[in-house]
């Protein structure tokens, strides 16, 4: 199957514009940046989480620490199987007890990554705070998970898939709606 771009929803100037807003926002809201953590959810959350970090330096002149909070054992959907002892081991590099975690994700979808990723926090510490960030929200959520910042609400088809394209990754920014297209054989 292959998939075909329904829709471009935001390029790159869009993105950055979007990144610099919920910034401010993480600002407003957390008065005490010394305890504030960025935990990115692999893998484009992790750019987004950078990307967040680096506004926030920009203004304030305070480096937030960042990290990657792997869910890969604590996922219930199937969509990862832990390989050993090793799978699931997180690369937040200070302790999130009594912290304001700032959780980044791309896409809100079913909310069980998200899920997942607070099982993943509590197996860490416990956290003063976890927010939540992300870049994109759909909709279609199977638990009761809200986001705190959101770059743009999507409303999208369970069929349609929202692909957020990161340049550190994928070498351009945007984001497109796509939808699967079936092949038809030749007779």
Known sequence: M????KASVMDAVKIKRVISRMATEILERNRDLKNLVIAGIPTRGIVI????AKVIKDLEKTEIPVGVIDIARF????AASPAGPAAGKSKIRLAVDKKDVILVDDVLFTGRTIRAAMEALFDLGRPKSIQLLVLIDRG???LPIRADYVGKVLPTSRREVVRVDMK???ERDDVLITEPVALRRKR
């Open 2 to 5: 292959t998939k075909k771009v």
């Open 49 to 52: 989480a950078k990307r967040i």
């Open 75 to 78: 996922r219930d959907d199937g």
């Open 140 to 142: 279609h959520r199977e």
């Open 168 to 170: 550190e990754i994928d």
